[in-house]
Structures are given as C-alpha cells and as structure tokens.
C-alpha cells in the first residue's frame, strides 16, 4: 500500500509548477497526488490521508462536504469526513477493472465546498497473484506420422492468467519423456508452447504416448494450471500446408459492414488427391470473442467480418490460422493475421454534471459557481477534441478549469426573478472529427420563489355532465386548479361553498381537498332534477395563502331506467295477455291485431322494436318490428291447428336493452262465428263513437273560439311587432314517415316543436326528441312565442289531437302552453 506523503512528488520545479496553477486558477485546483493500493484488500482499508497532503482543516472537513464524487457508479473508493483518511469503500478486483498488463489506474475527484474545490487524486491498483493458469481446454490430441522428422513442432493450447506482470505466465514444463520436448514462443499476446519432437517415432514399438504440460506463473507461491496431451503415431501424409509468408497485416476501419470480405488466404500443398486439399481453421488458441467478430471459410480460405467492429473496444486483432490438409494424418501450416482496426468518428461527445446548484438566489453576483461539468469522448486524436459552449441566451457561461473538457458554471450578471423565473441552459459540446458529432446537455436552473400568484382555473364556469342513477359516494367529475408558484405555495387545497339557495344540493356534495375529486352523496333522478350549480374555491399553502373560487354547473342526463310498458294486450289481471279470434278465409297479408306498447325513456332510451320470441307456426304469421302489427303470411288451410300462442319480446334500444313480454293468443274460427264476434264489438265501438262525436263537438266550438282570438291577437301583434324577432314556419325533417305530424316553429332564437299524438307506438323517434312534448327553451312569453303556441294549439286541433294528449298538457302546472291555456 502507498503512501500519500512518500508518492507525492516534490521539489523546486515542482513547486514552481504548483505555484503556477495556484495563481491561475485560484482556491479551485491543487496538485495531482498518488497512492497506490493491491487488489482484494479488506474494505475499510485506508489508502492514505488526503486531507493531510492537501493540507486541508480537518476540523472544517464535514462543513465543508468532503467526498469523492464517483458518478453513477458504485464508489470503489470514499473518504472520511472525520479524519480525512481515504478507504476502501468496495472490494477491489483489478482483473475486472484493469485489463491487460499496463499500470492500473484510477482518477478520483475529491470535491469540497465553501468555497468550492476540486482535487484529482490518482490511485493505483496493485496486482496481487490470485488466479491459476487454465488452458482452454483440458486436453488436446496430435496425431503424427511415425516418419516425422526430430525438430517438427506442434502447437499447444496457450494457457490465460489474468494476473499481470510478475504474476502473469512464466513457463511451461513437460512430464519426463524420450520423444518430445517444450519450446516457448514469446509473442505480444504472451508465451505461446510448441510441443517439438525431439526423437523420431515409431508406431510398431508403441502407438499412443501421454503426455502431461504444466503451465506456471511467477508468483510467490506459483499456481500452475495443466493441460493432457495424447499424441497418436499414425502413418501418412509427408507433406504439410505453407503460406507465402508466416505473418499478414490488414487495415480495416471500425464502422466496415458485417459480411464484408477482409481477407484471402492462400497456402499450398505439393501432395496429390485428399492430401493435397486443404481446410483453414482459426486456431484454438484465439480469444472466443474473436470467433463472434470474424468468420474463416474452411475451404475457400476467405475471411469475413461476423459481428460489430469497434476501434473503442480493442484496436487491434491477431489471427492465428491453421491451413490442414485432408491426409493421414493430416498435416498443418500456421500463420498469422493482424487486423488493425482505423478509428473512425462514431462516438459523441458525453457531458458529465459533477455537481449541481439547480436553485440560484435572484441576488447572486456574477461569477457565483452554480454547477461543474466535464466532457469526455471515446475516440481518439482529432476525435476526441471537444469544443464546448452555451448555445441559449442566458445569463451564464461557462468558465474552463485547470483540466482539459472541466468547466465552471457561473452568472455573468444579475438575475431578477421578476423578468425570467427559470432557465434552461443548453450546453453542446462538438467534437473535431469528420462528419463532427455533438452532444447537447440541458441544465435546469430556477430563480427563488414568493407566494404571489393565486390559483388559476383554465375554464369558468365548468360545464359537466352526469348521467342519473349515479351511484352514490362514488366520484362523479374533478376540478382542478393550476398555481404559478412552486412548492408549498403551489400546493391547492379544495372546498365547496355552502351558502344561498344551492345549499341544499351543495350539502349532498363531497370534495377532496387535495385532488378536487368530487363525490356524490345521493343518486340524482333525471325525472326530478335536471340541472344545479354550487362554487368550489382553491386555495394554495403560500403564506398568507391566496384563493380563487369558480362557478361549476351540473347537468344531469337521462339513462335507460324505464323498462317499457305493454298498453295492449292486458287482461283484466293487469297481465299482457290477450285473444283474438280469425276467420279462416282470412287472407295473406291481412292485419290480425296490434301490439301496443310506450316507454317513458326519451331517444333512442325509448325507441321501441318487437320482435317474435315463440310461436307455434313460423310460416302463418308475422310480426313488424316497428308497428308492432301481427299480420298473416298466408291463407289458412283445413289443417292449420285451431289456437295459436304468440310470445312478442318489446325492448328499447338503449345501451343496456330493457325489455318486456305480451302473450297473443289467436283462434281460428268459422267466418260466421267471426261475423258473430264482429257484432259485438260494432256494439261496442257505437258507444265509443258516441263518446268521440261529444268531444268533436268541443273541439270544433273551441277551435271556432280560438280562431276568432287568434285574429285578434294575430292583428294586435303586427301592430306592434318587434324587429328583434322573427317568425317562421320550418318543417321538421328530422323525423322519417312514421310520424303522423311533426310541426316546427321558430320565434326569433327560441325553438318549439309539437310531435302529433297519432304517432305510432313503435315509430323511429330520433334521439334527442322529446315524443309528444311541445318544448319550450324559455319561460318568457315573446309576442313572437305567443303568436307560435297559438298556431301550434290551432295546427294540432286540425290533425285530429287526442284530449288525452290535451288532459296531459293541461295537467301539467308548470309546461308553458298549459299556463297559456289556464
């Protein structure tokens, strides 16, 4: 382990150096120190005094934030705030962080603050021998021809030892035998074995000989790894590959597109037939991952790129290429590729915040450091030359440290709140390469904040929306309010406002104070309230707190509640059953009876469609979806049964289909029991006839009166008519032929619409319509809207209104045209 205090390198030069930096660069830089450290040291370990050799306060180290700034990474290394000390924060392993046999090394940065200083400490990891040589494989098999010649050499598996230097492979040692000897090949990739034969074999004496490498490193102790040769003596071939030349060099640049061709070897054979064919194969010896980067073709001998090339990763790549031919025992050429890898400019520039003050005081003075950044690139030579600049208009710049790519962040003028509140500085940083690349960082820097704004809602009044039969203590809809300011004082608290007439719609309401969502405590009915409005007021967690208040108008909307109701058939039990008897030489097509049924729903809630669930004989009657009429399909025949039983499903047409059942019963019967049948119902229908001409009577003296005032009115309105309003008379085309008389009327800006009462049952009703309903926007009676009722009352007496129609209106306290008429 080093010491800070014997690795520091002093003396007069040096000190003139440090004397230099000091005056140019101020409190904010000091010399490099150095400490060394071997690997798989205990955590905790102390490394050395930094505080001590930066001649730092120890007292005001903690005030001051002492630390190492480590990035994202884990910390390998941290210092004491109470002592100063610098330890090992993390197990150190120097094979996973230093490849290679170089000099490991790190740079750490020691930072501190009031005033704000950066320290560039350099640790060096030590290699320590904790790894045993290992062979790629355990064992390796040679087979060779009984009249091999003494001083041929085989290759031998290269045993790896991650450890560096001293520890790193030393030699490779054979068990005792009479054939066969180590030689050792020094390369830039280490010690590579050849297995030499050192006395001629012969297969008859002995066939198979076993031999045992040990590879050993230079540690102390040594560790050694071992490797099983087996060498069969085989009688062949006498004449092996050979290249042109034993070593090859190719330059290629890093970005070459995958299944390019790189390479073409050659090498050649002066034996005939199979011994004479040859097979390339990359040597076992390589690295695995050279086998993902490059691919070999075995018989053309042509090499091509497999996988991604980056000159970052590693620049440089021997290949060791073994040329076999197909005799026996087949014979082996070695040579060797080097592929150089040419660096090309594809890595942008990365811009690193060390530290950051991302809330400035409006008071600050120019020149306050607000944040330290630095700004690395993964190329080399022009590469990696970085220009660096704020390319926004703000108050700031940046000012370069002692060390190259290391800025300073500060104010170069006052700031005022008042005018900017927040600033977004865009730092790029482009290098010198050829396409350049650039790298853009933005730092987000706010301006301290007051209680000045109030909360702010985007819409006022709020409209919303509720459908009826909500579900009570559920949510229904929010508010929300936005505040300017930041923090507590944007922090919006919500309530409702319980005061005045909406009080008691108010009191079924529930607001959360914190998200605006609003509860409510009942279930709203269409049928009793369409609309109501109440005030929610914000307020922030500024002090003193500022509020606003907004209107919020409700309107609720009808839901498909109303199943529909059967009007005929029903007995005298209330059920929807009913008979009705045919004569037999009744003929296709004739109307038999009619289903009829209404829903209480508006729109498409309360379109009705029939339809056949069950009858007894599907080729004798039909059923039409929209009238409800039953009629037949055919004549009838001697063999038709005498009584059939018809189930008709009636449904809506809302979202959620509501439905109900009448039962028609229909008998077959002689024609002159049907005639019988018909008199007593004629019977019937004389007093009911009596009843209608009574109230023709009515209507015909009341529409006698009524034209008389209308005329009246009529006269006394074109006197004094106004040029605000306007009257014409539209025709309704939002309705198809069902309906037996649609009228539109419009006075100025208000609409009325009267919908005859003789519409049928199961008529389209376009959604939105109001069935049977004159409707009235406006309570206030225009001369224009009286003049429009009148004509409308006038224009429904003469398609043949209903008094019950009439009776419904006139019951109805509240609806306009029945205070018109008491």
Same mark, same amino acid.
């Given at each position: 382990?080093?010491?800070?205090?014997?690795?520091?390198?002093?003396? #007069?030069?040096?000190?003139?150096?440090?004397?230099?930096?000091?005056?140019?660069?101020?409190?904010?830089?000091?010399?490099?120190?150095?400490?060394?450290?071997?690997?798989? +040291?205990?955590? @905790?370990?102390?490394?050395?005094?930094?505080?001590?050799?930066?001649?730092?306060?120890?007292?005001?180290?903690?005030?001051?934030?002492?630390?190492?700034?480590?990035?994202?990474?884990?910390?390998?290394?941290?210092?004491?705030?109470?002592? @100063?000390?610098?330890?090992?924060?993390?197990?150190?392993?120097?094979?996973?962080?230093?490849?290679?046999?170089?000099?490991?090394?790190?740079?750490?940065?020691?930072?501190?603050?009031?005033?704000?200083?950066?320290?560039?400490?350099?640790?060096?990891?030590?290699?320590?021998?904790?790894?045993?040589?290992?062979?790629?494989?355990?064992?390796?098999?040679?087979?060779?021809?009984?009249?091999?010649?003494?001083?041929?050499?085989?290759?031998?598996?290269?045993?790896?030892?991650?450890?560096?230097?001293?520890?790193?492979?030393?030699?490779?040692?054979?068990?005792?035998?009479?054939?066969?000897?180590?030689?050792?090949?020094?390369?830039?990739?280490?010690?590579?074995?050849?297995?030499?034969?050192?006395?001629?074999?012969?297969?008859?004496?002995?066939?198979?000989?076993?031999?045992?490498?040990?590879?050993?490193?230079?540690?102390?102790?040594?560790?050694?790894?071992?490797?099983?040769?087996?060498?069969? +003596?085989?009688?062949?071939?006498?004449?092996?590959?050979?290249?042109?030349?034993?070593?090859?060099?190719? #330059?290629?640049?890093?970005?070459?597109?995958?299944?390019?061709?790189?390479?073409?070897?050659?090498?050649?054979?002066?034996?005939?037939?199979?011994?004479?064919?040859?097979?390339?194969?990359?040597?076992?010896?390589?690295?695995?991952?050279?086998?993902?980067?490059?691919?070999?073709?075995?018989?053309?001998?042509?090499?091509?790129?497999?996988?991604?090339?980056?000159?970052?990763?590693?620049?440089?790549?021997?290949?060791?290429?073994?040329?076999?031919?197909?005799?026996?025992?087949?014979?082996?050429?070695?040579?060797?590729?080097?592929?150089?890898?040419?660096?090309?400019?594809?890595?942008?520039?990365?811009?690193?915040?060390?530290?950051?003050?991302?809330?400035?005081?409006?008071?600050?003075?120019? @020149?306050?450091?607000?944040?330290?950044?630095?700004? #690395?690139?993964?190329?080399?030579?022009?590469?990696?030359?970085?220009?660096?600049?704020?390319?926004?208009?703000?108050?700031?710049?940046?000012?370069?440290?002692?060390?190259?790519?290391?800025?300073?962040?500060?104010?170069?003028?006052?700031?005022?709140?008042?005018?900017?509140?927040?600033?977004?500085?865009?730092?790029?940083?482009?290098?010198? @390469?050829?396409?350049?690349?650039?790298?853009?960082?933005?730092?987000?820097?706010?301006?301290?904040?007051?209680?000045?704004?109030?909360?702010?809602?985007?819409?006022?009044?709020?409209?919303?929306?509720?459908?009826?039969?909500?579900?009570?203590?559920?949510?229904?809809?929010?508010?929300?309010?936005?505040?300017?300011?930041?923090?507590?004082?944007?922090?919006?608290?919500?309530?409702?406002?319980?005061?005045?007439?909406?009080?008691?719609?108010?009191?079924?309401?529930?607001?959360?104070?914190?998200?605006?969502?609003?509860?409510?405590?009942?279930?709203?009915?269409?049928?009793?309230?369409?609309?109501?409005?109440?005030?929610?007021?914000?307020?922030?967690?500024?002090?003193?707190?500022?509020?606003?208040?907004?209107?919020?108008?409700?309107?609720?909307?009808?839901?498909?509640?109303?199943?529909?109701?059967?009007?005929?058939?029903?007995?005298?039990?209330?059920?929807?059953?009913?008979?009705?008897?045919?004569?037999?030489?009744?003929?296709?097509?004739?109307?038999?009876?009619?289903?009829?049924?209404?829903?209480?729903?508006?729109?498409?809630?309360?379109?009705?469609?029939?339809?056949?669930?069950?009858?007894?004989?599907?080729?004798?009657? *039909?059923?039409?979806?929209? #009238?409800?009429?039953?009629?037949?399909?055919? *004549?009838?025949?001697?063999?038709?049964?005498?009584?059939?039983?018809?189930?008709?499903?009636?449904?809506?047409?809302?979202?959620?289909?509501?439905?109900?059942?009448?039962?028609?019963?229909?008998?077959?019967?002689?024609?002159?029991?049907?005639?019988?049948?018909?008199?007593?119902?004629?019977?019937?229908? +004389?007093?009911?006839?009596?009843?209608?001409?009574?109230?023709?009577?009515?209507?015909?003296?009341? +529409?006698?009166?009524?034209?008389?005032?209308?005329?009246?009115?009529?006269?006394?309105?074109?006197?004094?008519?106004?040029?605000?309003?306007?009257?014409?008379?539209?025709?309704?085309?939002?309705?198809?032929?069902?309906?037996?008389?649609?009228?539109?009327?419009?006075?100025?800006?208000?609409?009325?619409?009267?919908?005859?009462?003789?519409?049928?049952?199961?008529?389209?009703?376009?959604?939105?319509?109001?069935?049977?309903?004159?409707?009235?926007?406006?309570?206030?009676?225009?001369?224009?809207?009286?003049?429009?009722?009148?004509?409308?009352?006038?224009?429904?007496?003469?398609?043949?209104?209903?008094?019950?129609?009439?009776?419904?209106?006139?019951?109805?306290?509240?609806?306009?045209?029945?205070?018109?008429?008491?």
């Amino acid at each position: 382990m080093g010491n800070g205090t014997n690795n520091r390198e002093k003396g #007069t030069p040096w000190f003139g150096v440090y004397v230099a930096l000091l005056l140019l660069f101020g409190e904010h830089v000091w010399a490099q120190i150095r400490y060394s450290v071997p690997e798989e +040291v205990k955590d @905790g370990t102390v490394v050395g005094n930094i505080a001590k050799d930066l001649g730092l306060d120890i007292s005001s180290l903690t005030d001051r934030r002492f630390r190492v700034v480590s990035g994202s990474k884990e910390a390998i290394f941290e210092v004491n705030q109470n002592n @100063g000390a610098l330890y090992v924060n993390k197990h150190i392993d120097r094979e996973e962080l230093c490849q290679g046999g170089s000099a490991c090394l790190m740079e750490l940065k020691i930072l501190v603050e009031n005033p704000l200083e950066i320290h560039y400490v350099l640790v060096e990891i030590a290699d320590v021998n904790d790894h045993s040589p290992s062979f790629p494989e355990a064992e390796q098999t040679f087979e060779i021809a009984e009249h091999t010649l003494p001083g041929r050499r085989f290759q031998l598996h290269t045993a790896r030892d991650p450890d560096a230097g001293v520890n790193s492979i030393r030699t490779y040692t054979l068990t005792q035998n009479d054939h066969f000897e180590v030689n050792i090949r020094q390369s830039d990739a280490g010690k590579v074995p050849f297995l030499v034969l050192k006395k001629s074999l012969d297969r008859e004496q002995k066939d198979k000989h076993w031999l045992l490498v040990t590879a050993v490193d230079g540690g102390k102790p040594p560790l050694s790894g071992t490797l099983n040769v087996s060498i069969v +003596v085989l009688d062949s071939n006498d004449n092996r590959p050979i290249f042109s030349q034993d070593i090859y060099e190719v #330059t290629i640049a890093e970005n070459i597109k995958i299944g390019t061709g790189i390479f073409q070897m050659n090498a050649t054979d002066p034996d005939e037939g199979t011994n004479g064919e040859i097979e390339y194969n990359f040597s076992k010896t390589l690295n695995r991952d050279v086998y993902d980067i490059f691919e070999l073709h075995k018989g053309s001998g042509e090499i091509r790129v497999k996988g991604k090339i980056d000159y970052e990763v590693n620049d440089i790549y021997e290949l060791d290429v073994d040329a076999s031919d197909k005799g026996t025992p087949p014979l082996t050429g070695e040579c060797r590729i080097i592929i150089k890898i040419k660096d090309v400019n594809d890595n942008a520039p990365q811009i690193e915040v060390t530290s950051l003050s991302n809330k400035v005081p409006e008071d600050s003075k120019p @020149g306050t450091v607000i944040s330290l950044i630095s700004v #690395t690139d993964k190329d080399s030579g022009a590469n990696a030359k970085i220009i660096s600049q704020i390319t926004n208009n703000v108050p700031f710049e940046l000012k370069p440290s002692y060390k190259e790519n290391t800025y300073s962040v500060v104010t170069k003028k006052n700031l005022d709140r008042e005018d900017v509140s927040h600033y977004e500085l865009s730092i790029k940083a482009i290098d010198c @390469g050829q396409p350049p690349l650039s790298a853009f960082k933005t730092l987000n820097i706010q301006v301290a904040d007051v209680n000045d704004n109030s909360p702010h809602f985007e819409q006022t009044p709020l409209e919303f929306y509720l459908f009826e039969n909500n579900i009570a203590g559920t949510s229904v809809f929010s508010v929300t309010a936005t505040d300017k300011d930041m923090d507590g004082n944007a922090a919006i608290s919500y309530q409702i406002t319980r005061y005045g007439k909406t009080n008691d719609i108010a009191s079924f309401l529930n607001i959360n104070s914190e998200n605006g969502q609003i509860s409510a405590l009942k279930s709203f009915d269409f049928e009793t309230l369409k609309s109501f409005q109440f005030q929610v007021v914000a307020t922030d967690g500024g002090s003193p707190p500022l509020s606003s208040n907004v209107t919020v108008k409700v309107f609720i909307l009808d839901q498909n509640d109303n199943t529909p109701v059967i009007l005929y058939p029903v007995n005298s039990n209330g059920s929807a059953q009913g008979a009705e008897e045919i004569p037999r030489n009744i003929k296709a097509g004739d109307l038999v009876t009619k289903v009829r049924a209404y829903d209480a729903d508006i729109g498409y809630n309360g379109w009705l469609l029939f339809s056949l669930q069950r009858v007894s004989d599907h080729s004798l009657f *039909s059923l039409d979806r929209y #009238t409800g009429q039953i009629r037949t399909l055919r *004549s009838l025949t001697e063999t038709d049964e005498a009584e059939h039983r018809l189930l008709i499903l009636v449904k809506d047409n809302g979202n959620v289909s509501l439905s109900a059942t009448a039962t028609v019963t229909i008998k077959l019967v002689e024609p002159k029991e049907a005639f019988a049948a018909s008199d007593v119902k004629s019977a019937a229908t +004389v007093d009911e006839e009596d009843n209608v001409t009574f109230y023709l009577m009515i209507t015909l003296g009341s +529409v006698s009166l009524l034209f008389v005032i209308s005329i009246i009115v009529l006269i006394a309105m074109q006197c004094s008519k106004s040029t605000e309003y306007t009257s014409k008379y539209l025709q309704e085309t939002n309705y198809d032929g069902t309906l037996c008389h649609s009228i539109q009327y419009r006075s100025g800006d208000k609409r009325y619409m009267l919908v005859g009462p003789r519409m049928s049952i199961g008529s389209t009703i376009v959604p939105g319509s109001h069935a049977n309903t004159l409707v009235l926007p406006d309570r206030r009676h225009t001369s224009g809207e009286v003049r429009a009722l009148i004509i409308c009352f006038l224009s429904c007496l003469a398609s043949n209104c209903t008094c019950d129609f009439w009776r419904q209106v006139l019951k109805a306290k509240e609806h306009p045209f029945a205070r018109l008429l008491h």
